[in-house]
């Protein structure tokens, strides 16, 4: 089992649609997770922080963990062609010392018109 | 100017080159870190440092090696560049609470 994992994608919604990102690690003792968005040939961006359990809301998009399950999604609502990139879920682990962020291999999202 | 700096963009560089790919940061962070990342595999971490003096190995160290010239600066080399090192290169620094901040990348081709 990865340490991080994401389904590659890509996963296409149209305009106005909630498209839904998922994450899974393998670390229990984990505190903190990270979703990143990127486009193309550029450098990661940080979206969304979250470390308790619940959701997490900003704006359009609402950052989802359960910690018991092990898993994180990103909730993206009335989605935006320009929403179109790859999301990236990170992780510090207790077992890395959360000295470093594990990233997924991250989901490609297609928003079409 | 940006928070973290790359040098060069982009370089094309012949097989068995040595090659140093630099990092620089203006928000005074101690922790700074080398990813590569290569289409389907995500960000792979190479080396990270948490001072000028602590200096460690990510999973894929093989083949590279850094220097913390600085508390601001971190450098990335390859010995001997090989085909398979082809990728797109981030350095990045770590901002607490707000996880990291990225460098623009630096696109490296060995032919």
């Known amino acids: 089992q990865k340490e991080v994992e994401q389904n590659s994608g890509p996963l296409s919604v149209p305009e106005g649609a909630i498209a839904s990102l998922n994450c899974t690690y393998s670390d229990r003792g984990s505190q903190s997770f990270f979703w990143y968005r990127q486009y193309s040939g550029k450098s990661p961006e940080l979206i969304m922080s979250?470390?308790?359990?619940g959701d997490k809301e900003d704006g359009r998009f609402t950052a989802q963990l359960n910690k018991a399950s092990q898993y994180v999604s990103l909730l993206i609502r009335d989605s935006q062609p320009s929403d179109s990139a790859t999301y990236l879920c990170?992780?510090?682990?207790?077992?890395?010392?959360?000295?470093?962020?594990?990233f997924g291999a991250g989901t490609r999202l297609a928003v079409h018109p | 100017d940006a928070d973290v700096t790359q040098t060069p963009r982009n370089r094309i560089t012949k097989t068995g080159k040595r090659i140093m790919l630099e990092c620089s940061q203006t928000k005074g962070h101690d922790r700074m870190y080398w990813y590569r990342q290569d289409p389907g595999l995500g960000l792979r971490l190479i080396y990270y440092?948490?001072?000028?003096?602590?200096?460690n190995k990510g999973e894929i160290s093989d083949g590279y090696s850094v220097s913390r010239q600085a508390q601001a600066k971190f450098s990335l080399s390859l010995e001997s560049a090989i085909p398979n090192q082809t990728a797109l290169y981030f350095c990045?620094?770590?901002?607490?609470?707000?996880?990291?901040?990225f460098g623009s990348g630096t696109r490296l081709t060995v032919v």
């Open positions: 440092s948490f001072d000028v003096k602590d200096i």
């Open positions: 990045a620094t770590w901002t607490g609470g707000h996880g990291y901040t």
């Open positions: 990170a992780v510090p682990l207790f077992s890395g010392g959360y000295n470093k962020l594990i």
């Open positions: 979250i470390y308790s359990n």
